[in-house]
């Protein structure tokens, strides 16, 4: 099974931008899709974006399409989300995760999941 550990978030002004990282260990890394989720206070976990284990295949909320962008870097066992354009509203705990399979956006359809990273959006 995989580790999984975010990094990247902070505080940041709206209309800014923020790359989280989240490194994989323990698992062979590019056997996964991989996603990212987050979760504001108050809020159910909703889907970000996901990944294909090869990186060919990706697939994008609505509310962060044309902002984020989701990558991989198998050699380095980690895997990106640069966030562009950032608003108020995108301000929740970020999660990385990863699943045996094709991209996903079901939460329940991940299986490893890191312990989370604040982003923080101020108007």
């Known amino acids: 099974q995989v580790q999984l550990q975010e990094s990247g978030g902070g505080l940041v002004q709206a209309g800014g931008s923020l790359r989280l990282s989240c490194a994989g260990s323990?698992?062979?890394?590019?056997?996964?899709?991989m996603g990212w989720f987050r979760q504001a206070p108050g809020k159910e976990r909703e889907f970000v974006a996901s990944?294909?284990?090869?990186?060919?295949?990706?697939s994008y909320a609505a509310s962060v399409k044309g902002r984020f962008t989701i990558s991989r870097d198998n050699a380095e066992n980690a895997v990106y989300l640069q966030m562009d354009s950032l608003k108020p509203e995108d301000t929740a705990v970020y999660y990385c995760?990863?699943?045996?399979?094709?991209?996903?956006?079901?939460?329940?359809?991940?299986?490893?999941w890191g312990q989370g990273t604040q982003v923080t959006v101020s108007s």
């Open positions: 995760a990863a699943r045996s399979g094709p991209i996903h956006s079901v939460t329940i359809a991940y299986k490893f």
């Open positions: 990944i294909s284990w090869e990186g060919g295949q990706t």
């Open positions: 323990g698992g062979t890394f590019r056997d996964y899709t």
